[in-house]
T-cell receptor, first 114, second 113 residues
Framework: GNSVTQMEGPVTLSEEAFLTINCTYT??????LFWYVQYPGEGLQLLLK?????DKGSNKGFEATYRKETTSFHLEKGSVQVSDSAVYFC?????????????FGSGTRLLVRP | EPEVTQTPSHQVTQMGQEVILRCVPI?????FYWYRQILGQKVEFLVS????????KSEIFDDQFSVERPDGSNFTLKIRSTKLEASAMYFC???????????FGDGTRLSIL
């Protein structure tokens, strides 16, 4: 079946540090891949997406590349800020899925210290 | 920017009672979803809704659950005879069409006592 695995958190970094949050997936065909972010007390917001192999999604300094050969979609940012503290969810929409439902990973909490 | 709004933000209910969670999707969106997140666990798909009918439901979405779009703006999730394990955060989402991302509300935290 389809599933998403994320690295466990919390991830604690100092401001301006480099961020990597690992995400791997299990799916048939060519799923679409997403990163969502949840700030405290808020809903899930789309951060970036990639819909085919080797696509790079980017937004607000965050990047992730769709790697089909390693079934991965790792999230990176070169220099994190305190305001990036949130929970990050990797997700996929299964290939050829009729309802376009999202399948989420368990989330990774990021804490950035000044 | 238009938002998906959910009410209430927190609902406390006695076990065995019925509860209705309300959502107002973005006005020109056509596809609607409910997800839930039990504390400390993954966000899980419950149901998708399009053209006034359920298009897909998960194994979680059993006879205890129902959804309705009673008018042109609201999308509701009803849970009948609530059980303790229904305690979770419930998220509503909507999207405009096939190639557009889902937009989420801030969620309703449901606590069953």
């Amino acid at each position: 079946g389809n599933s998403v695995t994320q690295m466990e958190g919390p991830v604690t970094l100092s401001e301006e540090a480099f961020l990597t949050i690992n995400c791997t997936y299990t799916a048939t065909g060519y799923p679409s891949l997403f990163w969502y972010v949840q700030y405290p007390g808020e809903g899930l917001q789309l951060l970036l997406k990639a819909t085919k192999a080797d696509d790079k999604g980017s937004n607000k300094g965050f990047e992730a590349t769709y790697r089909k050969e390693t079934t991965s979609f790792h999230l990176e940012k070169g220099s994190v800020q305190v305001s990036d503290s949130a929970v990050y969810f990797c997700a996929l929409i299964p290939w050829m899925d009729s309802s376009y439902k999202l399948i989420f990973g368990s989330g990774t909490r990021l804490l950035v210290r000044p | 920017e238009p938002e998906v709004t959910q009410t209430p933000s927190h609902q406390v209910t006695q076990m065995g009672q019925e509860v209705i969670l309300r959502c107002v999707p973005i006005s020109n969106h056509l596809y609607f979803y409910w997800y839930r997140q039990i504390l400390g666990q993954k966000v899980e798909f419950l149901v998708s809704f399009y053209n006034n009918e359920i298009s897909e439901k998960s194994e979680i979405f059993d006879d205890q659950f129902s959804v309705e779009r009673p008018d042109g703006s609201n999308f509701t999730l009803k849970i009948r005879s609530t059980k303790l394990e229904a305690s979770a955060m419930y998220f509503c989402a909507s999207r405009k069409d096939r190639d557009q991302p889902q937009h989420f509300g801030d969620g309703t935290r449901l606590s069953i006592l």
